[in-house]
């Protein structure tokens, strides 16, 4: 009688190889990644009711009126209204441990709030899939590889690093370092230039917390989705804006966004190359 041949055993899976369930976290990323990138990118003349209702709101909060509401076709039309507004420097002297006595700009409260807004959707994103799986044996402390997505996940790339990379940073690289900045960079010094928002362009970071709680990995309080859902219909509806105590410059939306796609397995998806302003302004996106 002959023995039997024995088959190979099938190779064992990789110990760091992705679960299911978060392979599939990622793969439902994606569609909400890219919608946020069409927002960020969007040149539909801005909703002005939906901008001037969250912002209104926003001025409430910190016991404020409504302001008067002066709309402007381009941030440098912008500019010869904003005359008295804080700049950067003023606001660090509002943060600092001795601030100056009465009270602060609407600006300075802007911004302390929506720090402390941030720094609460970050704790509640605590769920279990976020956190990283155990370390390989010999790994140590090193930094996590940036890899594409589901080779990181792959590599045990815990969840939270891959959602950072893949959402807020690469949604920075198209619409933050790849448009607002240039843009700002052509108004002049950064230090000088009033505090002020970028509307559709605040998109990576409201993005990123979008993801977390469109998929259940975090469930934010309701004060606070009450106050993210503002600034994520803020981005969806309007271009810059700038809050002065009686009167918000506003600035409507690009008329034209030309944009590159970038090889695939970048996190990022498009590379800006081209912006035009309802009044025919065009900064240059690259030095």
């Known amino acids: 009688m002959t023995a039997l041949a024995r088959r190979p055993a099938a190779p064992a899976p990789l110990a760091t190889r992705a679960p299911a369930r978060i392979v599939e976290h990622w793969h439902r ?7 946020w990138l069409t927002a960020g ?3 539909d003349p801005a909703d002005r009711a939906a901008a001037e209702s969250c912002i209104t709101r926003i001025y409430e909060r910190h016991s404020r009126p409504r302001p008067t509401f002066r709309w402007v076709d381009s941030p440098r039309g912008a500019l010869p209204h904003l005359t008295g507004l804080p700049d950067h420097e003023v606001l660090q002297r509002w943060i600092s441990a001795r601030p100056p006595r009465g009270v602060p700009p609407i600006a300075s409260d802007i911004a302390a709030g929506l720090s402390r807004l941030r720094s609460a959707l970050d704790a509640a994103a605590d769920h279990p899939d976020l956190a990283a799986p155990p370390r390989r044996p010999g790994k140590g402390q090193q930094p996590w590889p940036v890899l ?11 969840l939270r690093e891959v959602l950072r990379h893949g959402v807020r940073e690469a949604l920075g690289t198209s619409l933050a370092a790849g448009l607002a900045w240039p843009v700002r960079a052509a108004l002049g010094p950064t230090r000088t230039l009033p505090i002020g928002w970028y509307g559709q362009q605040d998109a990576p970071w409201i993005a990123y917390h979008d993801v977390l709680r469109r998929l259940g990995l975090a469930t934010y309080r309701l004060a606070d989705e009450d106050v993210f859902e503002d600034w994520v219909l803020l981005a969806r509806s309007t271009g810059w804006w700038w809050p002065g105590e009686d009167v918000c410059v506003m600035v409507e ?10 090889p695939s397995g ?3 998806e498009a590379r800006p190359r081209l912006v035009r302003y309802r009044d025919g302004w065009s900064p240059p996106l690259h030095g």
Do not use: C, K, Q, Y
């Open 148 to 158: 594409p997505p589901l080779e990181a996940l792959d590599a045990g790339v815990p």
């Open 41 to 43: 990118l969007s040149t």
């Open 253 to 262: 939306r690009p008329a034209l966004v030309d944009a590159d796609p970038v």
């Open 29 to 35: 990323t994606v569609p909400i990644r890219r919608e």
């Open 266 to 268: 970048r996190h990022d």
